[in-house]
């Protein structure tokens, strides 16, 4: 299929293919990390959501939601809401065990609790407050408890139970197409600063940025995903390509949501950012990444987002 | 439940049991069967109807006007709606209570809570000894819910409490917290003499101590995010009349270190 008879529209100069991103229920929590000050929240919350970009390698998908005002948070602090996205809420368990326990239990001044109400639990401070060693206390306010860890800064807080969602969608995503690779990821940055306004959304990879889109599978065992070649512009020629002549490179931003709404708005945002700064940045076309419609639930065609 | 005035006919002799009279329980009554409702014990008993003149009123709050009497176990058993006393309470108001909201305009006598594990009382006056305490044949005391009382309280308030908060904007009387396992007393007028014996867990706050036990350690001054915590709650679901938050830095005293110790005092640091 060309490329001509794929676009949807044209927008500012870009072309904006006729074809659906598509994604997959997952399961989701939110988080809420606070600390003396908005620095060392975002330390404890960026090192808590490191290695979380695909669940397939990381076990999780994990990014910061948004930075919370001290009126915003359970302790009067700056805080910040993280989001962790998994198989299942069973799968989240170690992740979020291991996440606090190592990355904002040792996180000088932080504290932790809940970011997501919802009837479903998931364990927070269930396991980090054996680390009180009998000398934890817990507090029950309402219906939530709090334990207070000892530490050698003072105490350490953290909230028994925080919701989980199995409405989440994992995979929303954009691929942003151009013939300018400075340009094409200056684009793909505003269009991930775009994304990080709407809530309840994350971009778990670098910058929110993917260059090595995945196809499904590989020619090696043991492999679940490879390189997607069809977009890769050295293998233009040699493979099916899915690229015109004059591209130069690729860019994709993908996105986790706790529900699917919020990751439709998101990918407007995104793509709206992206049309805004037309081509003068050699972006020439944004598509989506698709299995075909088979595999994920939910499809979001790029012609209902523009 | 719609609205319901219960408006006392005249004085009564002696102390008169309220325990079940509550919104949920009456709202499954016809008005007849709430008027041949019986009430107190024994010999004693009497209906609903005998002491009081019963009328439907607007809203859905169950208000008992009843200045002069000695009511006992007003509110016991609620756990849902709201009731309104509209003058001082006997004994055991509220006891048991697992929801809803008990307003009581004048002082509630002793006992106040005891067994509670949900739902708000607000007292207007004082209340008197064993706020949130237990009676013999319970394991704990107040186990949850939230008590504000205007005024002060009596002696040994929370004895054996577990969970759960209680607001005075008075002073504690003695032994605040004695047998404490869980749960907050805050005293914004002051923690009377001696509380705390025997305390294993649980948190009294306030600006001042009468006195401490011996067996009382000062752990030092410090900046608890759990008081932050408690604050933000309180000020969440009480608005008003929540405690003036405390500040930054707190003194901690730690014990009964004749039990396990993992009880606290907070005073301003």
Redesign the interface.
Known sequence: MSEATRAAKTVNGIVIDDTFAEAFGMSGTGIII?ADSMKWARIAATVATGFGTSVIGCGAECGIDRELKPEET????PGVRILIFGFSPDALVPQVKNRIGQCVLTSPGS?CYSGLEAPAKLGLGKAPRFFGDG?Q??????A?R?W?VPVMD??F?IEEETGVTTDAVGGGNLLIVGNDRAGLLETAEAAVDAIAKIDDVITPFPGGIVRSGSKVGSKYKGMFASSNDAFCPTLRGTVKSELGPDTLAVLEIVIDGLTSKSVADAMRAGLKAVTDGGTKRGVTRVTAGNYGGKLGQHHYHLKDLI | MSGLTLRLKAPTAGPIGLAGVVPSKLAALSGYDIGALVIGAGKDSVTLGDVFSISRTSGDTLTIEAEGAALDLVGSGLDSGTIRLVGNAGAQAGRKMTGGTLEITGNAGSLLASGMTGGTILIGGNAGDNLGGLLPGDRFGMA?GTVVVDGNIGARAGEKMR???VVVRGKTGAGAGTRMI???IWAEGGIGPLPGLMMR?G?LIGPSVESLLPSFVDCGR?????V??????LKD?LGSRAPKAMPLFVRKIGGDMATIG?GEILLPA
């Open positions: 606070t359970p302790d009067g602090r504290a000398f206390t817990a507090k029950k306010l309402g939530s709090y207070r003072g105490e807080v | 949850g969970r759960g908060t869980g749960g907050t867990r948190t410090h900046d608890l995010v759990i932050r915590v408690i604050s933000r709650y679901t993992r």
